[in-house]
């Protein structure tokens, strides 16, 4: 049923991905979500680069949030956005065409605080994959506002 | 002269930031540069939200990461690009509409790396300032590719 | 009165800085505190050097998560403690000898979560003051178990 | 012979911890070091307690930052040290008693610097693991002075 599908990791996080302004016109998409760990996409564009063509570092930065986010929104009650309190990335290369793919793994998913961290990897045209990116990510689940 | 101009933090700031992508796309704006110091601005527009409206912590991370990296430009050799090595940031509070202004400051410019902090202020329409997030930043000088 | 005295900013800590036998190990002494504001320093001794002589990063850490951690304390419930819930930090540089300051301030004073930051200084023995690590701090108020 | 097992990272650890006067003090020990990866221990003592009796913070972060900064020693040609040039921790829960274990592990091994992550786990005396901490870290190669 419709309610019961609410409330799935899945529809949850595309629900919510769908209202975000930001990431829409990025072009982030939803690679795959279950309890406690959220996959996103990015693919290179001329909306998404630093002034040496590489993706920027805070488009990196925003995935890797985002990434981190939505695995702690599929542990935070169903009442419940998250917020996020405060995150820090190490960028470990730069990349230039092809996807981003940041993964979020929840740690510890308190009541009053969602502990996650972030791997963004980037995924070559040809298939190589190489890690570029890592976040540790405080959350506090908040009421949903709409 | 014109090769003097370029060497000046204004002029390296502004060439540079014609050249990011991302932060044209985001309509992000040069307010303020001088030595060790730069105060960069965005305007709210369905480009930078997140899912409850408000300005999305991406925008408000992307935004102290490159206030931070331009003022760490200005302390680098004038052959010299900055790169991210890692930010952390810590988000206070959460603001719809008006503008964002981050400002980065240099704290230690050595030769292999340059430590930045930043602020993140709203600044409502009616010119209240409301600090929104703090940021800690390493920088790493590189050898210019363009 | 007692029952007044033990709610001041001064007390509390005190009284609870008297209880840490890590910080009683080291030798972290009180310099001053008021609301939202404390300042500890740490004599150099062997007790806190790390492979080269000088002070420890690890003591450098301490004394800063110490330090914001009680000025965050005097922003709290008078029934509370505070526990952290991350921080970081960066080094600026190595010293030797003197004493180290922390100074912890609080940015935000929430109900569920304090954020601050703080500055560690060393100072030496001739009075020459030095910026050596700067630190940004999430704590989150708990009940006191004591 | 002696020439030799200088480089090996037991050795290079062994060697560095014991002149390591603040680990000395808290009474780590070293469990086991490979080539980027090193795992060190802290048993619990009032030597390393916070104000409500638990392990204090401040060791667990000193803890991780050393198991980081040996993993990365590892990795770092034979005649350099490392220093810390920043770090980040999360508290995932308090414990009391037992042992501490943190086990760094590099990320990234570049000339001119190395990117860790630290887990640090609570070892009950009764052998359940408990996942405490989480960090990351930035190091830099340096000369060494001794």
Redesign the interface.
């Known amino acids: 049923m419709a309610e019961a599908n609410i409330t799935s990791p899945l529809a949850r996080v595309d629900s919510?991905?769908a209202?975000?302004?930001?990431?829409q016109?990025?072009g982030v998409y939803l690679v795959a979500v279950e309890a406690g760990r959220c996959e996103l996409g990015l693919p290179f564009?001329?909306?998404?680069?630093?002034?040496?063509?590489s993706f920027?570092?805070?488009?990196m930065?925003?995935?890797a949030?985002?990434a981190g986010g939505y695995a702690g929104l599929t542990v935070a009650p169903t009442d419940a956005?998250v917020?996020?309190?405060?995150?820090?990335?190490?960028?470990?290369?730069?990349k230039t065409g092809g996807d981003l793919h940041a993964i979020g793994r929840v740690?510890?998913a308190g009541k009053?605080?969602i502990?996650t961290?972030a791997d963004v990897f980037h995924i070559d045209p040809d298939g190589t994959r190489t890690?570029c990116a890592?976040m540790?990510q405080?959350l506090?689940p908040v009421h949903k506002?709409?």
């Open positions: 919510s991905l209202r975000q302004g930001m990431m016109q990025l564009s001329d909306k998404v680069t630093q002034q040496q063509g920027h570092g805070g488009a930065g925003a995935l949030d985002i956005e917020t996020t309190v405060e995150y820090k990335i190490n960028f470990l290369t730069a740690l510890k009053r605080l502990i961290q890690l890592v540790q405080t506090a506002q709409y």
